[in-house]
């Protein structure tokens, strides 16, 4: 339910206005990692936020978690405004928010045992359990980790990666959170243990009402997992709407170009050099460069988002209404 097709009365679990992050290199030069972008996350509702490496993805995400600062705009979870905070208040708002990592292996500190991992996380409960131990037994095997008790006196090292993965996701979900977010959770995975992780994500939305933000740079598991998608390129956000509606047709050619990339059935990529040029960097649209579509005024001018047409909105001159040339 994004905020083409939510009501008026909904209110995001989590929402980011306008956030920018620049980041100043050894040289001098400055990189606009994430260029003024709102995003919103609804109750029960999986986003998925895709685009290739450097796109602004991680940053995003670390701004949403709180652990990046932007320069300008707000955090919004549950209706309050993150970065106004105290240190203090910040640590127990935080906690309705938890995070997946893309590496599980530096995800934990080696020295702690899955129990104690786990028994840190229940703590963060407003209601607290009794008995621990039990509990996070309990949440291993919801993972898929069983018998849950075989792996309590086990550290992560001793895991294999598929297992560490569910420990992250079993320590996320052992908050009882309301919203999770999955940086790349399935990189490095094979396809059988990525279909296990999909699932096993869904079956625990179902269960607990979760909101998960998903990062990811395959553009084919959004199509299938997500209920909207959120397209970056070069920091902005340049297409997002429903997933089926965005993917099944996509208004952007950055999202044309993710799409044809994904391999066909038989393996191969669809042919793409109709979809791509290189031409100089212009000042206006961040996909100048690379666009088969650009004219003139996507040298010089930054497109707008044009209004939200069935269920979804492009960053695009070329959208119905706006006029390129």
């Excluded at 895709?50 to 978690?65: D, M, Y």
């Excluded at 952007?252 to 799409?259: G, S």
Aim: with cysteine.
């Amino acid at each position: 339910m994004g905020p083409a097709m939510a009501s008026q009365s909904s209110t995001p679990v989590l929402k980011l206005e306008q956030v920018r992050r620049t980041f100043v290199l050894r040289d001098g030069a400055r990189v606009e990692a994430v260029k003024p972008t709102d995003l919103a996350v609804y109750e029960g509702e999986i986003v998925a936020l895709v685009g290739e490496s450097g796109s602004g993805k991680s940053t995003l995400a670390n701004i949403a978690l709180a652990l990046e600062r932007p320069d300008t705009g707000r955090v919004v979870l549950g209706g309050r405004d993150l970065l106004s905070l105290s240190p203090r208040e910040l640590r127990l708002a935080r906690t309705a928010m938890q995070p997946v990592f893309q590496d599980s292996t530096a995800a934990f500190n080696p020295r702690k045992s899955v129990l104690r991992i786990l028994e840190e996380a229940i703590a963060c409960r407003k209601t607290p359990v009794a008995e621990g131990r039990g509990e996070a037994a309990r949440i291993l095997e919801q993972v898929g980790l069983t018998p849950g008790v075989s792996f309590l006196d086990r550290f992560h090292h001793e895991l294999s990666g598929g297992q560490r993965q569910r420990l992250g996701i079993a320590r996320a979900v052992a908050a009882r959170p309301r919203l999770i977010i999955a940086d790349e959770p399935l990189s490095g995975a094979d396809v059988s243990i990525r279909g296990q992780i999909l699932n096993l994500l869904l079956d625990l939305r179902r269960e607990y009402g979760l909101s998960i933000l998903f990062i990811t740079h395959d553009i084919s598991i959004a199509e299938v997992f997500a209920d909207r998608v959120v397209v970056m390129y070069r920091g902005a956000v340049v297409e997002e709407g429903a997933a089926f509606r965005v993917l099944a047709c996509p208004a952007h050619p950055y999202t044309r170009l993710l799409k044809a990339a994904v391999p066909s059935i038989d393996g191969d990529a669809l042919a793409i050099d109709n979809l791509l040029v290189a031409r100089g960097e212009g000042t206006g649209c961040a996909f100048y460069a690379r666009c088969v579509s650009a004219r003139d005024r996507c040298a010089t001018e930054v497109p707008p988002f044009g209004a939200w047409r069935d269920a979804r909105r492009s960053r695009c001159f070329l959208e119905e209404g706006q006029t390129v040339g």
